[in-house]
Structure formats: C-alpha cells, structure tokens
C-alpha cells in the first residue's frame, strides 16, 4: 500500500469511521485559511528540493506532505517536545540520522540536511513495517510504540489500528495537506503564480574558518548583509561561524570572488583583535566597561561570545571594537 492511496468510493465503504476522523481533519485544516495560503505560498520555495531528493531516493513523493504537517516548512518552528526545525527532529534523532546540533550549530534547521535525515529516518522505518503509511505513523509516535501496537492488536492495517490519538489526526492531516495543495482551487484557495513565493536560489560555498569568524565578515564577502547569511542559513546560532570547516549557502552570484574577499577581510579582522584588547582591571565589571566605551554591553558579550553569567576577572582580555573617547 502506498502512503496516501486514498479512493474515495474504497474509502468510505471499509474505513466509514477513519473517513469521518479524516474530514475533520479537512475541516480543521480549511478553517484556517491563513495558514493553508501560507503552505500555499511556501511550497514552491521548498517542495521542488524536497520532490527530488525523494525521487533520487526511490521514495513516495507524498512524503514530501509530511514536512508542512511537522512545521509548515519553517526553519525555527519549535515544539514544547523540544523538536525543532524543517521536520521537527528531537536531538537524539537528529543526531543518529547524522545532524550536528551543538550549542553553536543546529542542523535541524538546515533544509538540505534535515530532508536528508529525514529520509534515511524514513527508510529505515520502512525497512522495519514495509509500508510506508506505517512509516510516517511511527515517525510520529515512535517505531517501538507502533511495533507494541501491530503486536497486541494482530493487524498490519493503519486504518485497523488503534493508535495514541495524535498520531490517528496526524496521518489524516497530511492526507489533507495534500488533498488541498494538489487542487487548492477546489477548495477556494485562487492564488496566481507571482503569489508564491520565489525558490531558493544560492550558491554553495566551502569554507575553513582559522577561528570563530562573524558572520558580518560572511556577509560583507557575499557582498550582502547578517541578516540573509542567518536566513540562508538558520543553521548557525549566534553571531559566529566556529573553527573549522563548513558548508554554506550565500546569494546567487555571490561565490565569484568570494574566497579572495573573505580572506582579506579575515586578515583585517585578525588583525582588528590583537589590537583592540582591553585588559581588565580590577574593580572592573561589563557594565562599567561597556559604559567606559560607550557601547551596549551587549556588543560586549558577543564580541567575546561570553554571557552574563561568566564572570571576568582582573588580566583577562577583551575584545573591543571602539576606541576609549
């Protein structure tokens, strides 16, 4: 069977009370017509991705359905579970399907590499239930709950099953989702193709950090601004890209020239911060420090990537960006 095969005629007559449980969850999903125009609009900036990697992969393109039921394709949306991102990975899963997710990098957030975890996720629940509507139910409430249940219940069948009531509206929501974004006007949804939202268009850059680098040396490199370097890349928290080796992504056209760029400006940021060292003096506090310079003392924490919590002591060393008046 395979995700959503979904005959009405069949439907209705061997699955009378899953057919009703699946029309509220259409209702529901129609009552909220902001947020249906929203899928609308966002699904062309990341479905196409999405459909090819699935494709590539040798997997139903449906699946792609279940990533606006898990967020409504938004990179920060968080769940009081503690799952987060694109396909709402908690940490642990996230990290066995390969995300890093640190206090400086959290990959959930990452579109290419959480639909990549995603999909190992996903291939592997089908090698364990040999069906793919099994697959999602469990990529819900969990392939030990479902196993548990398929046991104790002697029956394979989805629609047979009486599963924790969550994953029941979350398997007729995405059949929804795609009922919808497959004909949007029937449902009165007459969006124009200037109302979707453009694709995603960038170029993907290497790069090997000598330290922890900000993000507005990244920025100036592309030639752009913190702001679309964060949202092409929601990945990176904070106001730094850590040591090391990384994969990003900038604006298109951006990468001609970039490397020679960001290597000049990394010199002169290296340079800036042997030189512009405070030594803290005893009696010193950031407040007292911050209003000696006459800058936020949060300029002060991120600087130095410190927080208020840590304290300073007399001979540690600080980097300030501003001249004493």
């Given amino acids: 069977m395979g995700l959503l095969v979904f005959v009405e005629k069949r439907f209705r007559s061997k699955h009378r009370k899953s ?61 009081s579970k ?6 709402q990975f908690l940490i642990g899963t996230g990290r066995k399907y390969g995300l890093v997710i640190n206090r ?12 990549k975890a995603a999909i190992r ?5 089908h ?10 139910a469990a990529y819900n409430m969990g392939e030990e709950g479902l196993r548990a249940e398929i046991l104790e219940q002697e029956t394979e069948d989805f629609y047979h099953l009486y599963l924790p009531l969550e994953t029941q ?3 007729f929501r995405i059949i929804s989702v795609k009922l919808i974004l497959s004909d949007p006007k029937k449902y009165g949804f007459h969006l124009t193709e200037k109302d979707y939202y453009p694709p995603l268009i960038f170029d993907r850059i290497h790069l090997n950090c000598p330290k922890d680098i900000p993000i507005r040396i990244i920025a100036r490199a592309a030639k752009t601004h913190f702001k679309v370097i964060k949202e092409l890349n929601p990945e990176i928290r904070g106001h730094y890209l850590t040591k090391g080796n990384h994969d990003m992504l900038i604006p298109e056209g951006a990468s001609r020239g970039f490397h020679a760029r960001f290597n000049e400006y990394v010199d002169k940021f290296l340079k800036a911060s042997k030189e512009r060292v405070y030594i803290v003096k005893k009696g010193d506090n950031l407040s007292l420090i911050a209003e000696k310079f006459g800058i936020p003392l949060a300029a002060i924490l991120i600087w130095n990537q410190i927080d208020l919590n840590r304290p300073i002591h007399p001979g540690d060393s600080l980097i300030i960006y501003k001249e004493l008046q």
């Fill in 169 to 171: 509206r979350y398997i």
């Fill in 82 to 87: 503690g799952a987060i991102g694109f396909w």
């Fill in 121 to 125: 996720y996903f291939k592997e629940l």
């Fill in 104 to 115: 400086d990098i959290d990959e959930r957030r990452n579109f290419f590499a959480a639909t």
């Fill in 19 to 79: 057919w009703s449980d699946w029309e509220k969850e259409l209702l529901l999903s129609l009552w909220d017509r902001p947020q249906v125009i929203l899928w609308l609009k966002r699904s062309n900036r990341y479905l196409p991705y999405i459909e090819e990697m699935l494709k590539n992969n040798g997997m139903p393109e449906d699946l792609k359905y279940v990533a606006i039921a898990e967020s409504a394709l938004r990179p920060h949306a968080g769940s």
């Fill in 127 to 136: 090698s364990i239930f040999h069906s793919w509507t099994l697959a999602v």
